[in-house]
């Protein structure tokens, strides 16, 4: 379940960063849904403001948290990621 998990959250990274929607985001003033939807919908939760995404909630490994955080930090906007997910494992 671990990998599959870190697999599925690699891929969404991956496809966030070569579907160029990062660029896009910025015109629709949706970069904190956006990053979001990249993240995932699990139990990491973003807040963006004024270019800092805030990421909240709890991951099963440091792995997974760090991809959320590389996640958040490719969006063109996000000038910096405070990465405040809480790891059980």
Known sequence: MKIRNTIALS?????AVLSG???????????GTDVQSAIGTGSVSVRV???VATLFG???TKVDSNAA????????GIDS???????TN
């Open 49 to 51: 403001n004024d270019g």
């Open 81 to 87: 990621v405070i990465n405040l997910v809480t790891v």
């Open 69 to 76: 955080e590389r996640a958040a930090a490719n969006f063109e």
């Open 21 to 31: 929607s990062a660029a896009a985001n910025l015109s629709t003033g949706s970069i």
């Open 58 to 60: 709890i991951t099963e």
């Open 11 to 15: 891929t969404l990274v991956l496809a």
